[in-house]
């Protein structure tokens, strides 16, 4: 990943001088300019995550930044750990809980609420992401790495529902893309009117 101000040469910088203004703006957390990092992202793609321009939003100076950050690459770093931990990890406990007794009825209790939800998953963080990694190499290899890992959840999922090799990868895969292009393609729908479908969705992808 570049830095700031350079296409793909990683520019070191030291911390600042410390001074009054530095102490006060350091009040704001590690987690503050990530969270600051996943808005920009969101809003603006990863050409708006600058720290010149977090910092404006934030109204602090620089000095703020490099109290937890050694330059933007390591902030651009911090932004895609927390993208594997707050959307993969309530991803899979969820595809665990649906596939945990066998029963396709657990299925909309645990993924389908995590879905219609998007509480515990951000699905315009997860459509940020892979519009990130269309420009940059770590970043989409580890979303090929994370999709692998969700894809492979959901056939165990489906082998505890009774398929057996292929046809569980397959059909993995069938769910998980269709979630994928859901949020790709960008579909307006109300929490009830996928709720009232959802019977049908689980009837073409669960069966």
Do not use: C
Not at 74 to 91: G, I, K, R, V
Not at 136 to 150: K, T
């Amino acid at each position: 990943m570049s830095s700031e101000g350079s296409a793909g040469t990683l520019r070191r910088r030291t911390k600042p001088p410390t001074s009054s203004s530095n102490r006060t703006s350091s009040r704001l957390s590690r987690e503050d300019w990530i969270n600051a990092a996943k808005t920009m992202l969101v809003e603006s793609g990863i050409d708006g995550v600058k720290v010149d321009l977090l910092a404006k939003r934030m109204k602090v100076t620089r000095g703020s930044f490099y109290w937890h950050f050694e330059d933007r690459d390591a902030l651009l770093d911090a932004l895609l750990h927390l993208w594997e931990a707050s959307n993969t990890e309530p991803m899979l406990a969820a595809i665990k809980a649906a596939g945990a007794r066998g029963d396709r009825e657990d299925f909309d209790a645990t993924v389908g609420r995590l879905w219609i939800d998007e509480t515990e998953f951000d699905p315009a963080f997860d459509s940020a992401i892979r519009d990130w990694a269309r420009t940059d190499p770590d970043v989409a290899e580890a979303v090929h790495r994370i999709d692998d890992i969700r894809v492979a959840a959901f056939a165990e999922m489906f082998k505890s529902y009774g398929f057996t090799g292929d046809e569980a990868e397959v059909r993995g895969r069938i769910i998980y893309y269709h979630q994928v292009g859901y949020y790709t393609l960008g579909i307006r729908e109300s929490s009830a009117e996928r709720k009232r479908l959802g019977a049908l969705y689980d009837k073409v992808l669960l069966y």
